[in-house]
């Protein structure tokens, strides 16, 4: 079975500083890498998949198969950047989405 | 842009009560699921729906769940008895393609509180 592991709930950094959420999976097979983003108040939104390789909103994430880890980082936390983080995972079929438990990020002005 | 909407926002019910939970994924989507999110805890998989029947569901999904696609347009999830642990933010997402890569779009979520 697969699993994803967010160790850290909460996790307050200073505007400016560097962010670096933790994610690490288990699961046999090749998964499919993803970040959600929840802002305050705001429905669950995709923010960017390991296959896409691409940076959203100044995040990017690197897929290091041999830790199983997909950490999500920046280089300079915005304010605006405050909200829950979830780390997901698909492993193919009809596409289950298998969720962390997800780190809230607090950036402090 | 399109966006999955469900309603009501907040549900409050009496344990034993059956519950239906609506969805309107986005209209050109073809698949469409329901996680749950219990308070403090994460979000998870109940089942999936396609072609008008079940393609996965979840240990969580048992006997007292059901889902329905009555038209072009809802998707819902029936909860027959409710039981205290049912309480929990209820997502329906919708996406275009099986393909494993494609994006899943949820919807706000039902605050679904048992009594």
């Known amino acids: 079975a697969q699993r994803v592991t967010q160790p850290e709930k909460l996790l307050s950094v200073f505007k400016g500083a560097p962010v670096e959420l933790k994610c690490n999976y288990s699961?046999?097979?090749?998964?499919?890498l993803f970040w959600y983003v929840q802002y305050s108040r705001q429905r669950l939104q995709l923010l960017l998949r390991h296959i896409s390789r691409e940076s959203i909103k100044g995040f990017t994430a690197d897929l290091n198969k041999g830790e199983t880890s997909f950490h999500l980082k920046k280089p300079f936390a915005q304010e605006e950047d405050s909200a829950m983080y979830y780390c997901a995972l698909t492993t193919g079929g009809y596409q289950k989405v298998t969720f962390g438990t997800g780190t809230k990020l607090q950036v402090i002005p | 842009e399109p966006e999955v909407t469900q309603t009501p926002s907040h549900q409050v019910t009496q344990m034993g009560q059956e519950v239906i939970l609506r969805c309107v994924p986005i209209?050109?989507?073809?698949?469409f699921y329901w996680y749950r999110q219990i308070l403090g805890q994460k979000v998870e998989f109940l089942v999936s729906?396609?072609?008008?029947?079940?393609?996965?569901k979840s240990e969580i999904f048992d006997d007292q769940f059901s889902v329905e696609r009555p038209d072009g347009s809802n998707f819902t999830l029936k909860i027959r008895s409710t039981k205290l642990e049912d309480s929990a933010m209820y997502f329906c997402?919708?996406?275009?393609?099986?393909?494993?890569?494609?994006?899943?779009?949820f919807g706000p979520g039902t605050r679904l509180t048992v009594l």
């Open positions: 209209s050109n989507h073809l698949y």
């Open positions: 699961y046999s097979g090749s998964p499919e």
């Open positions: 729906f396609y072609n008008n029947e079940i393609s996965e």
């Open positions: 997402a919708s996406s275009t393609s099986r393909d494993r890569v494609h994006e899943q779009f």
